[in-house]
């Protein structure tokens, strides 16, 4: 599928949405068709795999026949189908018995069949509870299809739902489906629903323009990044994943490599946890090659990041992260003596930005790279926050300061900063990066295109200096200043005055004054012709 048609898919599929809803608030709507995207997908993949593995035995049906292969196929051999779904639960880590399969979803849809609802929720149930490895429990535990937001009663809610879903069947059959397809109509969709559902349902999404900045700096080499992308990335970590779009942007930029080990990501907000896991898995990322977990950063809810022992301890090659912007929190006595922050302090209950930082930089392996976006406070406040990056800068691990513009977030208009953090790094200077100029203007939002990202990635990777917009400031400098980045300090964005040139000017304006006079005097000759009287 060209990349035309993907964008005409997204924009199909969100118009369903847009004409659909209703007065349905967008975030609600967004669960129910981003799960029946998912379905399509599961769906498609089960029955190729399927095909595949009954081979001549899978039925062929006739024109016409609306029917679901897998559901001629089980009941013309009920005596192996146990063992038929052993083979696939062993191959394709799932499996969805026929009924509730998308393409008999869609047909009892299509025929408006009354039984839609309670199959649809027998179907999310059992793949909930039955399909699954355990780690994808509560996958639908969101989706509501008993609300009254579809209508009140039964029979309403089936008739909406049946409408909905023969929408997007319809939508989706003129195109390729395979599952690059449909992750990026998700991913869109994802994306429009952020855009149209207010500011703090931004929160969950950044937008691919920042992914990729992120992305392009954390894959390439950490100690020598003008000698290109790493290799491999073994892990790379996201402690507020949202919907997971930026670790699956580092995940496209190391296909051209060796790709990730795996990839990790936690979320304190369930129904985004869940979209985070479908998407994955809508992107072609096997339930083994990923790992997302559901609870919060601060406290540090996941076992796994709680291990005592240095040698056990999860460390990541890269980690990025988009975390809630000056998020109040409760810092307490036990969360002073926690191995994240025991050396640098807490940060004030006001802002937990300098704790996420923290909590994401412990984790990073010495030899990695970690990419944060925070608001510009974190740059110059006092207090806590200028104890932590007073520290962090004097241990070297404050590498690259990018300053961006502003209005780029769903989630708030203010202009936010990239930091880039490592624990070990060669150059003993700070790069600043003014970007803050340089971007197209949007009606909502304002874009970055692409020659804007490579022009800070390029940046980054080479360590250029350029008037205005990037410099590498020697510590000491940075130790003059008290230690604040505010990155004013460093770049100077005013216009240099250009010179005059007095000479040519007073040759101009000679030569303009002798024009004005003639254009006078011709002006008289006519007025003193026409009898009035003549200008001064």
């Known amino acids: 599928m060209t990349e035309q048609d993907q964008k005409l898919l997204g924009a199909i599929l969100w118009g369903i949405a847009d004409q659909l809803r209703g007065a349905m608030n967008a975030d609600d709507f967004r669960d129910y068709m981003l799960s029946f995207l998912f379905l399509r997908y599961l769906s ?164 691919q323009e920042i992914s990729s900045i992120l992305s392009g700096i954390v894959t390439l080499d950490s100690q020598e990044p003008a000698t290109g992308k790493r290799k491999q990335l073994e892990s790379v970590f996201d402690f507020a994943c949202g919907s997971g779009s930026l670790l699956l942007n580092v995940r ?91 050396n640098y302090g807490l940060a004030p209950k006001s802002a937990a930005d300098f704790s996420f930082l923290l909590h994401g930089f412990h984790y ?53 900063c990239i930091l880039v953090l490592k624990k070990c790094k060669k150059p003993d200077d700070v790069l600043f990066i003014n970007a803050a100029d340089h971007f197209e203007k949007g009606k909502r939002q304002n874009r970055l295109l692409p020659e804007h990202i490579e022009k800070i990635i390029g940046t980054y990777q080479h360590r250029k200096e350029e008037a205005r917009y990037a410099r590498r400031v020697p510590m000491e400098e940075i130790e003059a200043k008290g230690y604040n980045l505010n990155i004013s300090r460093y770049i100077s964005t005013s216009q240099a005055e250009s010179e005059i040139d007095l000479q040519a000017t007073h040759a101009e304006l000679e030569s303009l004054a002798q024009r004005i006079s003639t254009a006078r005097n011709k002006h008289n000759d006519f007025l003193r012709e026409l009898g009035l009287q003549p200008l001064p």
């Open 252 to 342: 496209q930029r190391m296909k051209e490599a060796n790709g990730i080990g795996k990839i990790f990501g936690q979320e304190k907000n369930i129904t985004t946890y869940n979209l985070a896991r479908m998407n994955m898995l809508l992107h072609g990322v096997k339930d083994s090659e990923f790992e997302i977990f559901h609870g919060d950063t601060l406290t540090n809810e996941w076992d796994m990041l709680r291990e005592m022992n240095p040698a056990k301890m999860p460390k990541f090659d890269a980690v990025v992260a988009n975390p809630p912007f000056s998020y109040r929190w409760e810092p307490t006595e036990a969360l002073g003596e926690d191995m994240r922050f025991k």
């Open 44 to 207: 498609d993949n089960y029955e190729a795999a399927a095909q595949k593995e009954l081979g001549a035995d899978y039925p062929k049906l006739k024109t016409g026949d609306r029917s679901a292969p897998l559901a001629v196929w089980y009941a013309q051999n009920p005596d192996d189908t146990a063992e038929f779904e052993k083979q696939m639960r062993r191959k394709t880590h799932y499996v969805i018995q026929p009924a509730y399969l998308w393409s008999s979803i869609a047909e009892m849809a299509r025929t408006h069949n009354g039984e839609l609802l309670r199959t649809l929720q027998n179907g999310f149930d059992y793949i909930e509870n039955e399909s699954f490895a355990s780690t994808f429990g509560g996958l639908f535990s969101e989706i509501n299809l008993n609300s009254e937001k579809l209508g009140k009663g039964y029979t309403p809610q089936n008739a909406k739902l049946c409408t909905i879903i023969k929408a997007i069947a319809d939508g989706l059959e003129e195109f390729s489906t395979d599952k690059d397809t449909l992750g990026d109509a998700y991913e869109y969709l994802i994306g429009q629903f952020a855009a149209g559902s207010g500011k703090k349902a931004g929160e969950f999404y950044t937008p």
């Open 364 to 416: 990073l392996k010495p030899d990695g790279a970690m990419a944060i976006i925070l608001p510009h406070g974190v740059l110059f406040r006092g207090g806590a926050e200028e104890r932590i990056r007073t520290k962090l800068l004097k241990e070297g691990n404050i590498d690259t300061v990018i300053g961006l513009p502003a209005n780029l977030f769903f989630s708030t208009g203010i202009p936010v």
